[in-house]
C-alpha cells in the first residue's frame, strides 16, 4: 500500500538511519498490533453472508442439488484476504499520542510544537480518509501513517545539527531560556512526581525510620533483639554511612535504564537549564550547585509564575537524593528526562 512508498528524502538517507526511524515506530506500535483497523471487516461480511438464507430455501424444494455449495466456497476464499490487509494496515500507524516517545526514541525534542503539528495534520488527513469505518470515533482514533513517519523523520534528522546558534544578547537568552523552564517545570506537579516515585526506589524513608538517636547511641524502634538493637558506634557509623549510599544507589539503579540513555544533546540541554537558576555561578562550579526551594521560589517571583510551596516541595522530594530535599545537576537530569523535557 501506499505506506510501502519511501520518501525521496527518506530513501536518501543512511540505511542505519532508516533502520532507527522504522525501529522507533515499530518500538511504539507493537504492544498495540491488531486493533482499530480490523474490527471493521466483520462487520461488511457478516452483511453478505444475511443474503444466502433465501437460496437455501429454495434448494430445500429441489432435494437433489443439495451437494453442492459453490457459493460457501467463494465466501471463504474472501474472508481470510479481508482480514489480512486489515492487519497488515494496523502495523503502518502509530496512535498520535505516542509520537512524543517515538520522537524521545530517535533523540528528537517529544514536546516541539511545530513537529507535533505536522503529525497533528497528518492524522487528520488519515482520520479524514478512512471516516467511512467509524465515524463515531473521536480524537482517540487519530493515527500517523508509517509512510508520513518516516518523511518527517527524514526531514528532522536530514537537516544537519538543529543547534545553529543565533547571536543574541545574554540578557535576552536568560530570559527567553527562564521562562520556558519555569513554564515545563511548573507544569512537573504532583502527580508527574508521584508517577516517577512509583517507578523509583523508596526504601530510604523506610530506613530513616527503623532508628532513632537516643543520648548514648541509636536504638531500634522496630522489635529487634537486643544485639541487633545496640550496635557500637563504630559499627553504627558504617551502617549510616552504608545505607545512605545503598538508598542513593537503590535510587539510581531504579533509574539506571533511563538515566544511562541521555545523549550528550540531553545532558548539555539539562546542564544550560540547570545553570539557569544559578546565573552569577560559573559553568566549572555548577556541579557543586543545588537547588534549593528558595531558588525555585525566586525565578518563579521574578517571572511572575504561580509555583505554590507545596508543589515545589514535592517535586524536590521526588527527584532530589540529598536528606536535604535539594537537587544536584545528577538530580536535575533525571528529573528533565522523566518529564520528557529534553
Given amino acids: 500500500m501506499s505506506a510501502t512508498e519511501d520518501d525521496p528524502a527518506f530513501a ?24 482499530k483497523p480490523g474490527q471493521s471487516t466483520p462487520s461488511q461480511q457478516g452483511g453478505f453472508l444475511v443474503d444466502d438464507p433465501p437460496a437455501g430455501g429454495f434448494l430445500a ?24 490487509d486489515a492487519l497488515e494496515q494496523s502495523t503502518h500507524m502509530i496512535p498520535l499520542s505516542s509520537i512524543p516517545d517515538a520522537l524521545q526514541i530517535l533523540d528528537l525534542q517529544p514536546d516541539d510544537e ?13 482520520r479524514d480518509r478512512s471516516r467511512a469505518q467509524s465515524p463515531a470515533e473521536g480524537s482517540q482514533d487519530a493515527f ?20 545553529t546558534d543565533v547571536p543574541m544578547s545574554d540578557d535576552e537568552a536568560h530570559a527567553e531560556d527562564d521562562v520556558q523552564v519555569l513554564e515545563d517545570l511548573s507544569d512537573l506537579t504532583a502527580d508527574s512526581a508521584e508517577e516517577y516515585v512509583d517507578s523509583g ?22 522489635g529487634a533483639t537486643a544485639s541487633q538493637a545496640r550496635p557500637s558506634k563504630s559499627t553504627r557509623g558504617r551502617r549510616s554511612r552504608t545505607r545512605k549510599s545503598s538508598s542513593a544507589s537503590c535510587e539510581g539503579d531504579a533509574d539506571e535504564g ?25 559553568d566549572k562550579d555548577l556541579n557543586r550547585q543545588r537547588i534549593r526551594i528558595k531558588d525555585i ?22 527527584f532530589s537524593s540529598a536528606p536535604d530535599k535539594s537537587m544536584g545537576l545528577a538530580d536535575f537530569e533525571r528529573m528533565m528526562f522523566a518529564a520528557k523535557l529534553a
Avoid at 62 to 70: E, M, S
Avoid at 258 to 282: G, N, S, Y
Wanted: one cysteine or more.
Fill in 12 to 35: 536518501a538517507l543512511p540505511p542505519t538511519l532508516k533502520r532507527r526511524i522504522d525501529q522507533a515506530f515499530d518500538a511504539v506500535v507493537s504492544p498495540q498490533k491488531r486493533h
Fill in 61 to 84: 424444494d429441489a432435494g437433489g442439488f443439495l451437494p453442492g455449495p459453490q457459493a460457501g466456497g467463494f465466501l471463504r476464499d474472501g474472508s481470510p484476504s479481508f482480514s489480512v
Fill in 114 to 126: 511545530d513537529v507535533l503539528a505536522v503529525f497533528q495534520n497528518a492524522a487528520t488527513g488519515w
Fill in 144 to 163: 500517523v501513517s508509517r509512510k508520513d513517519w518516516r518523511a518527517v523523520c527524514a526531514a528532522l534528522l536530514d537537516t544537519g545539527p538543529i543547534d
Fill in 201 to 222: 526506589g523508596t526504601e530510604s524513608g523506610d530506613d530513616d525510620s527503623d532508628d532513632e538517636y537516643q543520648e548514648g547511641g541509636f536504638v531500634s524502634t522496630k
Fill in 258 to 282: 533511563q538515566h544511562a540513555r541521555l545523549t550528550a544533546r540531553q545532558k548539555k540541554e539539562c546542564r544550560t537549564a540547570f545553570a539557569l537558576f544559578f546565573p552569577d555561578v560559573p
Fill in 297 to 318: 521560589t525566586r525565578v518563579a517571583k521574578l517571572l511572575k509564575e504561580k509555583l505554590s510551596t507545596e508543589e515545589t516541595v514535592e517535586m524536590l522530594e521526588a
